[in-house]
């Protein structure tokens, strides 16, 4: 309550005059729903990261942008990496997506990955998240949520040959970070480009107190290029090519002592390289026809490379890993509005992932070839129908879903008999949305979403962090999940209030499991089996208010609780989020400057499952809680040129956010500009 109540008081009663922002709170457009539609005409639970508030957050990764929404919480590893934990659900329990194609691969684990790390911010118009179960929509690992990442495209209007350009600079003193992005656009109303570069250089990070974490170092590049050619004003083709790189990136966990250990795991250990190539072509049609008013067809293709170099703790043998996924992706969605009262979308989606690996130990020069991490040449395809209807009645919407799926998984083994998975699902969703006035909505959702196992529950071979070693098991189960939430949502000339409660049944959750048996080096077997049911719970709430002078006051605060349950143990859920949030305010001072305090705030989570007291990033009495004060001032000198200054972790606190390999940056100063030109 006294953050609340010093963020208020710093100077409501003054005047001041700012520009309009370009996304008022009742106007912004999202595409949960497979179509374009205002946000307060939506039944599910939905978090907009907009392009206006993307410009007033610290970027290094994408996952960054994530942080301080309803639902939604971030886990880092290490740097150069960062995943979203949505309604308790993280990794492959999540789908990906970047302008509506997948970013999951058959080797996504569902624990804390790299692979969202490897979508480049700089390029970023706005996000999307669809807290709760969207199988119907887009297929298998919907069980959290869905997070759609829509890129930046170039518009242009007149026939005259037109060009524009941007230029980005920032600097960060706690990770000796200076991020660089050039953009530059040129076309007119019929064809359109855009060409982006970025380049990140994170050194030493200093965490709170002073002290400073080895192995934090790295670098990244990044390219994207996309064309936009206008057919007419109803027809359009994209074609976009997205390239990342992360040469040379450190395991922090790996390569320091955690908890319970007296010695790390390794002495070396980097992701070398992590790199993410992609092509998306589209086409989108606003002719309207017998079968549809507005369709989209896209195909698409992306490789991510996960390779390492690594070497155990007080050994000489090196250990090299060449991990690679091919996904190639077409898919279609069509919307049709039905008289007055009726509206469908129904399509279709294709995928193929190929999973190539192989494993190499160097020991005094000589080469060994080692059983890969994932079986060479493995393949997952999947192939999914879905339509989903709307009948609008006087004051409420019904909507109601199914999908059907089909997968095939061929490990492409030859220790295993029975090496090829063919799986169906029939799923489906339902949502209610009252509208009380034009104000205030009232929603409710019930659906069932569904994660079929994939190429790393299946076939993963290899070592694992905690001293496990984990083999093949082809006996495994999709897991499902059957969630309800309801909520309310108010959309007023000052006020937006978003507040969603959840319950959520998981069952047969895939889990790492320890066999009994040791490798000859004294590792725990383990395997992946379906041996657990989670139950989850929820509140999830997002407040905003508008002052007549151009303030604003912003709110976040989500809880999440998790039980799991096998046949002989209940427990807590593992790497379930505390009590977290933020408190956000923001004073135009003048028609140049704004002041920006904010506090981020989360408390002690000592409700830990038996994996995570083992897990060596996790303290086993628990991660504690903290709060760090913030402050930014943004000075626009003229309409092309914005700098922001800041001043994070005021106070130097020492903290970590749960199930994260490494600590909070301490006390930094930031400072960024960017030019229009």
């Given amino acids: 309550m006294i953050p609340l109540i010093l963020l208020l008081a710093t100077g409501l009663d003054q005047q001041a005059i700012i520009d309009t922002k370009d996304d008022s709170i009742d106007n912004i457009v999202v595409i949960a729903s497979k179509k374009k539609q205002s946000i307060e005409n939506l039944s599910t639970a939905v978090s907009v990261v907009t392009k206006a508030e993307i410009l007033e957050k610290n970027i290094t990764l994408l996952p960054d942008l994530l942080r301080e929404e309803a639902g939604v919480y971030i886990q880092q590893t290490t740097p150069g990496q960062g995943i979203p934990i ?93 991020l ?48 936009v050619i206008n057919l007419s004003e109803d027809k359009n083709i994209k074609l976009d090519i997205q390239y990342l790189t992360q040469p040379a990136t450190p395991r922090v966990d790996d390569l320091v002592v955690g908890y319970g250990q007296s010695e790390p795991d390794s002495s070396l250990f980097l992701f070398t390289p992590n790199q993410r190539q992609f092509v998306h072509l589209s086409y989108a049609d606003s002719v309207a026809a017998r079968a549809y008013d507005h369709a989209s ?56 992932d190929t999973i190539n690996s192989a494993k190499q130990n160097i020991n005094d020069g000589i080469i060994t070839i080692n059983d890969p991490r994932f079986p060479d040449d493995s393949t997952m395809r999947h192939l999914g129908f879905f339509a989903d209807a709307t009948k609008h009645f006087e004051n409420q919407d019904v909507t109601f879903g199914l999908r059907y799926s089909d997968y095939q998984i061929d490990l492409n083994s030859p220790d295993v008999v029975s090496d090829i998975l063919n799986l169906e699902d029939l799923t489906w969703h339902a949502g209610w949305l009252y509208h009380i006035d034009n104000s205030n909505k009232l929603f409710a959702n019930l659906g069932r979403g569904f994660r079929p196992p994939n190429i790393f529950d299946l076939g993963q071979v290899g070592e694992r962090p905690g001293n496990r070693f984990n083999i093949i098991n082809t006996n495994i189960k999709p897991e499902t999940v059957h969630t309800l939430d309801i909520g309310w949502k108010h ?20 889990t790492s499991v320890e066999t009994g048996d040791l490798t000859d080096l004294g590792q725990f077997v383990v395997q992946s089996q379906n041996i657990n049911d989670v139950n989850l719970y929820g509140l999830e709430s997002n407040i905003k208010y508008r002052f007549v002078d151009g303030s604003e006051f912003k ?43 904010k506090i981020i705030y989360a408390s002690t989570q000592d409700r830990l499952s038996a994996r995570d007291i083992r897990d060596p990033r996790i303290h086993p009495n628990g991660t504690g809680g903290f709060v760090t004060y913030n402050v930014y001032a943004n000075w626009k000198p003229s309409g092309t040129i914005n700098v922001r200054l800041g001043f994070e972790n005021l106070f130097d606190k020492k903290y970590r956010e749960h199930g994260s390999g490494l600590e909070g940056a301490g006390r930094n100063f930031h400072a960024s500009i960017n030019y229009l030109f």
Wanted: proline share 3%; charged share 20%; no cysteine.
């Fill in 180 to 227: 660089s992005h050039l953009a530059f656009d040129t076309g007119n109303e019929k064809i359109a480009t855009t060409i982006g570069l970025s380049y990140q250089d994170i050194g030493t990070r200093t965490i709170g107190g002073g002290s400073e974490v080895p192995f934090t170092s790295y670098t990244s590049r990044a390219f994207n290029n996309k064309w």
């Fill in 555 to 597: 709110a976040v605060l989500n809880y999440t609780w998790g039980e799991e349950k096998s046949n002989d143990f209940i427990e807590a859920a593992d790497r379930i989020p505390p009590l977290n949030g933020f408190i956000g305010y923001s004073k135009p001072i003048n028609d140049k400057w704004t002041i920006n305090p």
């Fill in 86 to 178: 949505i309604r308790g659900l993280k990794g492959s329990e999540n789908i990906h997506l970047i302008d509506g194609m997948r970013l999951n691969t058959a080797f996504f684990r569902n624990s804390p990955n790299q692979y969202l790390a490897l979508v480049d911010p700089f390029m970023t118009e706005q996000i999307e998240i669809i807290r709760g179960p969207a199988s119907v929509l887009y297929g298998g690992d919907a069980l959290g949520g869905v997070l759609n990442v829509i890129t930046y495209s170039p518009d242009f209007s007149g026939s005259q040959w037109q060009k524009q350009g941007e230029l980005f600079f920032s600097y960060d003193s706690a990770d000796e970070k200076t």
């Fill in 297 to 352: 067809y896209d195909i698409a293709w992306q490789l991510i490379k996960d390779h390492r170099i690594k070497s155990a703790f007080d050994s000489d043998a090196l250990s090299k890993e060449q991990n690679e996924s091919s996904l190639f992706s077409i898919q279609s969605s069509f919307d049709k509005q039905i008289g007055n009262n009726h509206e469908v979308v129904y399509g279709f989606d294709y995928y193929y």
């Fill in 491 to 510: 959309f007023g000339s000052t006020w937006f209030i978003d507040v969603a409660l959840f319950y959520s049944k998981y069952n047969d959750k895939i």
